[in-house]
């Protein structure tokens, strides 16, 4: 079965994120998503309010039909780095080959999410 996730999704709860997790719940099903990934720079704070609420599940079921993966994006010492499928702890300038480490470990998958951006905090070619 296929599905169409969009695996790199900031809330308000990041420094570039404007929207509420319900708002991109909303923004997702308008789209025609089937899930995101919600990965806020360096915090898991939207994971934790969403399963408070109610919007996403620790199982990782779908709510209503919305699939909610966690994820985070970090910050590690040679740029960002999508970690998804595991909550981590804050890793905040931790070199990028101890994060994907981590993130193995924890069942998760390590992305670079913008890997020859020159305008954005990729990491470079030497380091992949």
Do not use: W
């Amino acid at each position: 079965m296929a599905l169409n996730i969009d695996l790199h999704v900031h809330s308000f709860f990041s420094g570039d994120g404007v929207s509420s997790p319900e708002e991109l719940i909303e923004s997702a099903r308008k789209k025609g998503l089937n899930g995101f990934a919600i990965t806020d720079h360096n915090t898991c704070d939207a994971i934790s309010y969403m399963l408070s609420k109610g919007l996403m599940r620790e199982d990782g079921l779908p709510v209503n039909g919305m699939l909610v993966i966690p994820g985070v994006e970090v910050t590690t010492a040679e740029g960002h780095l999508l970690c998804i499928g595991a909550i981590l702890p804050n890793l905040k300038g931790v070199p990028a080959v101890e994060v994907c480490r981590q993130i193995h470990e924890a069942g998760g998958l390590a992305i670079p999410p913008h890997p020859y951006d020159l305008f954005r905090a990729g990491i470079r070619e030497s380091v992949l």
